[in-house]
């Protein structure tokens, strides 16, 4: 399921009446990381494809940060902090003992 230029690729919704999943990716081409969240396809060798539909940025600090706050302030939005704790505590955790 990765490709193998990918530095990094996660799954983070899949359809399975369409065959089609929505990942995020961070791979790099000529020599810049770029973070990429893009729909994919099973074409008909049964092999997952990136279609045209998603967005690709520089993978920086900046970038990162700003994806960072926007996703924790939909969080924060649909929860309270507590609750964010509890569901994604251990993924932070597991985050920062790298």
Same mark, same amino acid.
């Given at each position: 399921m990765n490709d193998s230029s990918d530095i990094y690729s996660k799954i983070i919704f899949q359809d399975e009446v369409k065959q089609t999943q929505t990942r995020l990716t961070i791979n790099e081409f000529r020599g810049i990381e770029y973070l990429h969240l893009r729909r994919y396809y099973l074409?008909?060798?049964?092999?997952?494809?990136? @279609?045209? #539909?998603?967005? @690709?940025v520089p993978l920086d600090i900046d970038n990162t940060?700003?994806?960072?706050e926007g996703m924790a302030e939909i969080l924060s939005l649909a929860?309270?902090?507590?609750?964010? #704790?509890?569901e994604f505590g251990d993924l932070i955790s597991k985050i920062y003992q790298r």
């Open positions: 074409d008909f060798e049964e092999e997952w494809k990136p @279609s045209n #539909e998603g967005i @690709s940060r700003s994806l960072f929860e309270s902090r507590e609750i964010i #704790e509890q």
